[in-house]
């Protein structure tokens, strides 16, 4: 598959490339894929650690969610233009990439590491969703990643963080 050999050149730490791979897959242990296999969820809450309003499975989780849907937004689309939700992480993948063409895949992997740790520290730590700093998390991240791994990305910090998307155009 296409997306599993782009997966496998990308710049980005490998323990990134590996949850990318389960997030293909559908492999990462949401409440919803948990239940599947019998794991016993100890209130028996399948509901999205974000927004309870929707069960947690990946897709909800990692793109459809309002919190991931916020930070997609952000970064692709900051003058407030939609894209479409793409049914599967690979059409999200790819449309990400038509979006931001030179970079795309870095940005991709960057919102799916922090919403995924963000969750994680949420439920296994107690900790509480502030999403400014989880953007702001998004933002330094992605912005080291492609200072680190791409030798053509040329902006400061200071401006990356002023304007994302212009510095992604």
Known sequence: MAIFKRLWQLKIPNKVVFLLWRVFLDRIPTKRNLNKRQV?????????????G???????????????????????????DCFGSP????EHFWQIGGLIKQWGSVVWSTIIWNLWT?????????Q???????WERILYMTWTWLKAYQKNFPWSYQQ???NPGLCLQ
Do not use: K
Request: with cysteine; hydrophobic share 40%; net charge negative.
């Open 128 to 134: 509480h969703l502030d999403s400014n700093q989880l």
């Open 54 to 80: 929707m069960e947690e499975d990946g897709s909800h989780l990692l793109f459809t969610c309002s919190v991931a849907y916020q930070m997609w937004m952000r970064m692709v689309q900051p003058d407030g």
């Open 87 to 90: 049914f599967s992480p690979e």
């Open 160 to 162: 990356w963080q002023a």
């Open 118 to 126: 963000q969750r994680n520290a949420m439920v296994f730590e107690g």
């Open 40 to 52: 016993v969820i100890d209130d028996g809450d399948l509901s999205c650690i974000f927004y309870h």
